[in-house]
């Protein structure tokens, strides 16, 4: 096992020194554009998508692209998956060239095409084999390595998480993030804190809680509720990223800070866009920013117009056109938009004579 330099270990022990709010790894949304801007928001720290361990290690383009982190773009921890403990401990000297703050090994994703085939959170059920593979990662690289998972595999009365906390900081784990569901429950049903604290209680490395942690407040009791180190948010981030913000004000200073106003979500959305349209072209750069636009607006007189014409152009001409006059009719205190909302046959008929 090659020795962590101290100046890394150095760096990642500060990484938890102040409770870090920690943007988590999310397929499709946790990339370099919104790492940045969550960053600006007060994301103490973030973790790329999770990333396919053969896409790595065939060189594929895609995962390539996943691990590449610009200098600015840190504190950056690289998460991978695979099924295989030889292939990720493989792929994990791969991502560590690419010099992120840490390597992180995904444990936790419950989609059946991932986790029944022994990846993700299929590790949970083989805690054993679970154990062995990170020990390997662990050991083929001079990088802290973590593992983000769940509680188990459910529906156990009495979660593996507390007896593998053990097992994987022995392994030589140096933090956990602990999504508090477990796998059979997916995203539904509540995040049961209780279990990040239980674990906690047994190990000495930085414990990270996440899920269901949605506003300021909810992020101070997980942390005062569990002990751990680090809380980190999914969802929430997604449609408000301000939400970092507002935990640091609340744990730093004890203050709440105002909601973002008419403006800044425009603005938000405006520079959202034209950083997606940089990174990614005009089309794909227009879409991917659609699944953030009913967060960003939410609460704006006018929003579900707005909304609507928004999501129905790939013209970021349009979209800076739309959002450059819903911003005027907002400073002018008048509603961002007094258009109607359309049916689903008006929109079908306006898509179909634009492609005529
Ligand atoms: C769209 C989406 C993509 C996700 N992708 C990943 C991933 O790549 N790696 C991972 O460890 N978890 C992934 N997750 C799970 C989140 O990191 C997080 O554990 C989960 O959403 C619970 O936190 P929350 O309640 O704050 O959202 C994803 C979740 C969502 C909603």
Avoid at 3 to 18: H, K, M
Avoid at 175 to 193: E, F, P, Q, V, Y
Avoid at 222 to 243: D, F, N
Avoid at 307 to 327: F, G, Y
Wanted: hydrophobic share 40%.
């Amino acid at each position: 096992m090659a020795p962590i330099p101290p100046t890394v270990e150095a760096r990642f022990r500060s990484l938890f020194a102040d409770r870090p709010v920690i943007l988590a790894p999310m397929e499709d949304v946790t990339d370099p554009v919104f790492r940045k801007l969550c960053r600006e928001h007060g994301a103490g720290l973030c973790v790329t998508e999770f990333v396919n361990v053969e896409g790595l290690l065939r060189g594929c383009k895609t995962a390539a692209r996943k691990i590449t982190l610009e200098p600015h773009d840190t504190p950056t921890a690289i998460q991978i998956y695979g099924s295989d403990a030889t292939r990720l401990a493989e792929a994990a000297r791969v991502a560590e060239a690419a010099q992120p703050v840490y390597l992180d090994i995904n444990c936790g994703c419950w989609v059946p095409k991932i986790s029944s085939r022994g990846a993700g959170a299929g590790w949970l059920r083989e805690p054993d084999s679970m154990v062995t593979m990170a020990k390997m990662v662990v050991e083929a690289v001079a990088l802290p390595v973590t593992v983000k998972t769940r509680i188990g595999w459910g529906p156990e009365s009495h979660m593996p998480i507390v007896d593998l906390a053990r097992r994987l900081e022995d392994a030589g784990v140096r933090a956990l993030t602990i999504h508090c569901r477990t796998a059979k429950m997916g995203h539904s049903g509540d995040a049961d804190w209780s279990w990040a604290q239980k674990a906690r209680e047994k190990v000495s490395i930085p414990v990270i809680v996440n899920g269901d942690v949605r506003t300021a407040d909810d992020a101070r009791r997980a942390l005062e509720s569990t002990g751990c180190e680090g809380v980190m948010i999914g969802r929430r981030a997604i449609e408000h990223p301000w939400v970092f913000d507002e935990c640091r004000a609340l744990l730093d200073r004890g203050e709440v800070v105002a909601p973002p106003s008419a403006l800044d979500r425009i603005t938000l959305c405006r520079e959202h866009l034209l950083a997606n349209v940089a990174a990614r072209g005009e089309l794909h750069g227009v879409q991917c920013t659609r699944r953030h636009l009913s967060g960003y607006l939410k609460g704006i007189h006018g929003a579900a117009a707005l909304r609507q014409k928004l999501n129905t152009t790939d013209s970021l001409a349009r979209c800076l056109e739309v959002l450059d006059e819903a911003e005027a009719r907002v400073r002018r205190g008048e509603p961002a938009t007094t258009d109607r909302l359309l049916t689903r046959s008006e929109i079908l008929a306006r898509r179909l004579s634009a492609d005529a």
